[in-house]
């Protein structure tokens, strides 16, 4: 296709596409390319930033809770791979047991890299705590914000939820709930840079995008169809061909391969788990 031919352009990205353009993006960000160099880089564990990790370093991450057709369910083991890993001049480290301690250290320097669960139109997100408190991600997330990191919340546009996620997150808990669909999860509230597709693809070139379509059929559920467009024609092409080769490759979810394996009940992650149907016996499997 020659450039001269190109006004604008329609895509529709499934889910994990959705996510490699958002890792090729934000390794590009412009405060990832401030932190690699000058300071220090917590990437909290998830799909997404999974997918960032194998892009950055090669590195998938554990995965611990999971949203599948179950519900909000667990892994089945808990291994000893990394979960969240901080990049510090080269180095990498496995904090898992004392990001409490370790995300203390940071500063305006430094980047902290999380996924969501739920985003609104507002720019409010939240992430599910299946575990009481949250765990020690749940207790880190006061330093988080006291100690002036900048937060990127890297999450595809199919988790945007309607209502006003303030009121939401006061409504919900993980108490409460006479039963669940997995493990009953409350909300922590995420304060940060929502960095969905369409904030990947205007980041990677000079283009205006905008969703104008949702949803789809088997491996399009839960997809996005952007439209694109550029004064350029040659932005237009630099996306094309981008978007091209991800969608000729085979794209699966990111993370370290045991961990993928979903929860049965009962098992060791029962134990901090609340609200469970499969557990109580009152959900068949």
């Known amino acids: 296709m020659r450039g001269n031919d190109m006004k604008k352009l329609q895509v529709t990205l499934t889910v ?25 880089i917590l990437f909290k564990g998830g799909t997404t930033v999974s997918k960032i990790t194998e892009e950055f370093l090669g590195i998938p991450l554990r995965i611990s809770g999971r949203i599948t057709e179950r519900g909000t369910v667990a892994s089945k083991r808990t291994g000893k791979e990394a979960h969240s890993i901080i990049y510090n001049q080269g180095d990498w480290s496995v904090v898992d047991n004392d990001i409490v301690d370790r995300v203390q250290e940071f500063s305006k320097d430094d980047l902290i890299i999380c996924g969501a669960n739920a985003i609104d139109h507002k720019g409010n997100a939240a992430i599910m705590a299946g575990s009481p408190g949250g765990g020690n991600i749940g207790k880190s997330l006061s330093s988080w914000y006291t100690e002036g990191a900048k937060i990127i919340i890297p999450t595809g546009i199919e988790k945007m939820i309607p209502g006003d996620l303030d009121n939401i997150i006061r409504k919900s808990g993980r108490t409460g709930k006479s039963v669940s669909w997995g493990m009953s999860v409350g909300l922590m ?12 693809i205007q980041q990677l070139v000079d283009v205006e995008c905008f969703p104008i379509g949702a949803g789809g059929l088997d491996k399009a559920q839960g997809s996005i169809t952007l439209e694109i467009e550029a004064s350029e024609d040659k932005e237009l092409e630099k996306i094309f061909k981008v978007l091209k080769k991800i969608k000729l490759e085979e794209q699966e979810v990111s993370g370290e391969e045991d961990s993928l394996v979903e929860c049965e009940a009962i098992c060791g992650n029962c134990l901090r788990h609340i609200g469970c149907g499969y557990k109580s016996g009152l959900i068949e499997e």
Do not use: D, Y
């Open 16 to 40: 994990e596409e959705g996510k490699k353009i958002i890792a090729l993006s934000l390794l590009r960000h412009r405060s990832f390319k401030k932190a690699k160099e000058n300071g220090k």
């Open 189 to 200: 509230p995420l304060k940060g840079e929502v960095f969905t597709e369409v904030e990947a």
